[in-house]
């Protein structure tokens, strides 16, 4: 899974969830962790970064159910 498919679902979870934040950046890291970044949507400040795994055997739903999870989404 690349950086392009993580981007893509990480700002679907952000708009079907209402989040209040901004994606910022996504990385991947030679392990199979991807790095995800988020602002606060109002500031743009920083506002927390979450490590989930994305390498080849994950699924698009198994990636938005770990940030899920990591984010703390209700629902």
Same mark, same amino acid.
């Given at each position: 899974?690349?950086?392009? &498919? @993580?981007?893509r679902i990480a700002r679907l979870v =952000?708009? &079907?969830?209402?989040?209040?934040?901004?994606?910022?950046? @996504?990385s991947m890291e030679p392990n199979g962790?991807?790095?995800?970044?988020? %602002?606060? %949507?109002?500031? #743009?400040? %920083? @506002?927390?970064?979450? #490590?989930?795994?994305? &390498? %080849?055997?994950?699924?698009?739903?198994?990636?938005?159910?770990? =940030?899920?999870?990591?984010?703390? @989404?209700? #629902?």
């Amino acid at each position: 899974m690349g950086c392009a &498919d @993580v981007e893509r679902i990480a700002r679907l979870v =952000l708009r &079907d969830y209402g989040l209040p934040l901004t994606l910022r950046t @996504v990385s991947m890291e030679p392990n199979g962790e991807c790095r995800i970044e988020f %602002a606060d %949507a109002v500031t #743009g400040r %920083a @506002v927390t970064s979450v #490590g989930i795994w994305c &390498d %080849a055997k994950v699924s698009p739903y198994g990636v938005r159910e770990s =940030l899920k999870r990591a984010l703390q @989404v209700v #629902g």
